[in-house]
């Protein structure tokens, strides 16, 4: 799997998630955690506002995420 596929699924359930309930945090599985590739996403995400982060780990799409994800990555965030 390459990098912006995982980028791209990651944010896919963050805006679904996000469309159920914006307050709502995702807690990402053992098994995404012990992944660096995702770990990484998850930061990549932090760092550029896209995500929020409760504690590593438990995430969740922040209102800016939600826009630009909707605006400029249609691709990886159709629901």
Same mark, same amino acid.
């Given at each position: 799997?390459?990098?912006?596929?995982?980028?791209?699924?990651? !944010? @896919?359930?963050? &805006?679904?998630?996000?469309?159920?309930?914006?307050?709502?945090? &995702?807690t !990402?599985? $053992?098994? /995404? !955690?012990? %992944?660096?590739?995702?770990?990484? /996403? @998850? %930061? =990549?995400?932090?760092?550029?506002?896209? &995500? =929020?982060?409760?504690? *590593?780990? &438990?995430? *969740? !799409?922040? /209102?800016r995420?939600? $826009?630009?994800? $909707?605006? $400029?990555?249609?691709? /990886?965030? @159709? %629901?």
């Amino acid at each position: 799997m390459d990098r912006q596929t995982i980028r791209g699924g990651l !944010l @896919a359930t963050l &805006v679904l998630r996000y469309e159920e309930d914006p307050r709502q945090f &995702v807690t !990402l599985s $053992k098994q /995404a !955690l012990d %992944s660096s590739w995702i770990r990484e /996403a @998850a %930061s =990549e995400l932090r760092n550029e506002g896209f &995500v =929020e982060e409760q504690f *590593r780990g &438990v995430i *969740r !799409l922040t /209102a800016r995420g939600y $826009k630009q994800c $909707k605006t $400029k990555l249609p691709y /990886a965030c @159709a %629901s």
